[in-house]
């Protein structure tokens, strides 16, 4: 039997939310920040001297298993070349309702011309808009990804594209983690290599963050890092958090 006043009880769980710290964000308006090796939608690079990268090899969708991609080569014109190469992608299609964002294109390609930038929130009213041609995935002349109207782009969802695929080395040698091994991309320059498991690795220009630094809770005790263990990583770690909460706080 019911106990009088019990009802007080669930006035007590809201006020006591009511002076939690806020761990929610009001989307769209406000964006969680998108992980360094986010895979969103893709990009058509260039060369720094402005060129293509792709040069039609199709082998992009030769790899692509749910054959969303269309690729036709055609050989560069003498007086204008289009890339440095013998051909050029002369029509380069993704229908993103089949596209299943695996990325096997990028590992694909041999080039680097493909990659894919943080963005994924875009939405279509029709069909035909979900089909992206060339002229919408080749970056524009400062090195950006082109901005359509249904896309919702946000700062920092356009650098490092395709940072993921820079993580790994050739043939799994660790010797050659963290050595740039691609060319220059438009805008950007050389971009910094993600890192592997070496100690070669430059997290303040790629934003990456080590797993021990971010998910002590997953790791064996023995394997947790001293300055965020007990009490006084709970500290640490609360202390960490501070900066983001009056980030939001000043954002809403």
């Known amino acids: 039997m019911a106990k009088p006043f019990d009802f007080f009880g669930g006035f007590k769980l809201t006020l006591a939310h009511i002076v939690r710290p806020t761990v929610t964000n009001s989307y769209p308006k406000v964006k969680r920040p998108k992980q360094p090796r986010q895979h969103g939608r893709h990009v058509l690079n260039r060369y720094e001297d402005g060129m293509e990268k792709c040069i039609g090899c199709e082998l992009c969708a030769g790899v692509c298993p749910v054959n969303c991609i269309y690729v036709r080569g055609l050989d560069n014109p003498p007086d204008h070349p289009v890339s ?75 650098a490092m594209t395709g940072g993921w695929m820079r993580a790994t080395s050739p043939a799994g040698d660790a010797s050659f983690e963290g050595v740039v091994q691609w060319t220059g991309d438009l805008g950007a320059g050389v971009r910094a290599p993600e890192a592997g498991q070496s100690d070669n690795r430059d997290d303040e220009a790629t934003g990456s963050k080590q797993l021990r630094e971010v998910f002590s809770r997953h790791l064996n005790p023995q394997d947790v890092p001293l300055d965020q263990r007990g009490l006084q990583g709970m500290m640490n770690n609360a202390r960490a958090k501070l900066p983001r909460r009056k980030a939001r706080g000043e954002k809403s």
């Open 84 to 158: 440095p190469g013998e051909r050029y992608g002369y029509i380069y299609e993704i229908n993103y309702l089949r596209c299943i964002h695996c990325d096997l294109c990028v590992e694909a390609c041999p080039t680097q011309a493909i990659t894919e930038s943080k963005m994924f929130e875009f939405s279509f009213t029709n069909r035909a808009d979900a089909i992206y041609t060339k002229a919408e995935l080749v970056v524009d002349d400062q090195g950006f990804p082109q901005r359509l109207p249904w896309e919702d782009w946000r700062e920092g969802e356009a």
